[in-house]
């Protein structure tokens, strides 16, 4: 067992996904077809699994989030999941931050066939500019999904801290990567930004945070959950 556990996803997770999606996730055609739209347009398959989204979305429920931010739109997958849970709010919203325009094309024609352009912005720059520009204009956010270019995770959890208020719920995607995270001498940038990531988060005295491992179709994997607990200093 342990040996297969660093090789491709079992099977067997994939069709409990696939059980668990047949219970718990309508058949929707609208993110069917964003999910072909991201392969045909030869973006990796990296969108959250169905299972995933819904849990963003019930998870913004929970918190009673009005106002989402996104960092890493890709093909805008989960950014409908979370729309759908604010469009009908006061002040529902979600920006969602992508610095590829090719996928900002595409996640815009998917925002728009899903109708959500009114609730959906898509800033479409490097995400540590977008950030120093939400900043600047003093946004805040309930809910931050982090699901963007790994190595940069320190850096754009140094900028949502200014984005969140006492409440702000942070969901970070993808904190094992195979296991690799435990790897305290590797040379993947994607690794070190996640461990630094959980160096410096861990350490912050007014965020109380856990993380689960999780397998499925996407793998081995897992999402990072944090409540700020006290306004962060601005
Ligand atoms: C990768 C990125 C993701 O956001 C994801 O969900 C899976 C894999 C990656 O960069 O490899
Ligand atoms: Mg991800």
């Given at each position: 067992?342990?040996?297969?556990?660093?090789?491709?996803?079992?099977?067997v997770?994939?069709?409990?996904?696939?059980?668990?999606?047949?219970?718990y996730?309508?058949?929707?055609?609208?993110l069917?077809?964003?999910?072909?739209?991201?392969?045909?347009?030869?973006?990796?398959?990296?969108?959250?699994?169905?299972?995933?989204?819904?849990?963003?979305?019930?998870?913004?429920q929970?918190?009673?989030?009005?106002?989402?931010?996104?960092?890493?739109t890709?093909?805008?997958?989960?950014?409908?999941?979370?729309?759908?849970?604010?469009?009908?709010?006061?002040?529902?919203?979600?920006?969602?931050?992508?610095?590829?325009?090719?996928?900002?094309?595409?996640?815009?024609a998917?925002?728009e066939?899903?109708?959500?352009?009114?609730?959906?912005?898509?800033?479409?720059?490097?995400?540590?500019?977008?950030?120093?520009?939400?900043?600047?204009?003093?946004?805040?956010f309930?809910?931050?999904?982090?699901?963007a270019?790994?190595?940069?995770?320190?850096?754009?959890?140094?900028?949502?801290?200014?984005?969140?208020h006492a409440?702000?719920?942070?969901?970070?995607d993808?904190?094992?990567?195979?296991?690799?995270?435990?790897?305290?001498?590797?040379?993947?940038?994607?690794?070190?930004?996640?461990?630094?990531?959980?160096?410096?988060?861990?350490?912050?005295?007014?965020?109380?945070?856990?993380?689960?491992?999780?397998v499925?179709?996407?793998?081995?994997?897992?999402?990072?959950?944090?409540?700020?607990?006290?306004?962060?200093?601005k």
């Open positions: 067992m342990s040996a297969s556990l660093n090789q491709a996803p079992l099977p997770w994939t069709a409990v996904d696939d059980y668990i999606n047949a219970h996730v309508q058949p929707d055609q609208i069917d077809s964003v999910l072909i739209s991201a392969a045909e347009g030869g973006l990796p398959p990296h969108s959250v699994a169905p299972n995933q989204g819904k849990l963003l979305q019930i998870l913004i929970i918190s009673k989030s009005a106002r989402i931010l996104e960092i890493g890709l093909a805008g997958y989960s950014t409908i999941w979370m729309a759908r849970a604010v469009e009908h709010l006061p002040g529902g919203r979600v920006i969602s931050l992508e610095v590829n325009a090719h996928n900002a094309q595409i996640a815009k998917n925002i066939l899903a109708s959500l352009s009114q609730v959906v912005t898509i800033m479409v720059a490097p995400a540590l500019d977008s950030l120093d520009q939400l900043i600047q204009n003093k946004e805040q309930d809910f931050i999904f982090i699901d270019d790994k190595p940069n995770n320190p850096n754009y959890l140094q900028r949502v801290l200014k984005l969140s409440g702000t719920v942070i969901v970070a993808n904190i094992v990567r195979d296991g690799k995270v435990t790897d305290a001498a590797s040379t993947d940038p994607n690794v070190i930004g996640v461990r630094a990531f959980n160096d410096a988060l861990s350490k912050i005295s007014y965020v109380n945070s856990t993380q689960v491992q999780t499925g179709s996407k793998g081995w994997d897992g999402f990072g959950l944090s409540l700020i607990t006290a306004d962060p200093p």
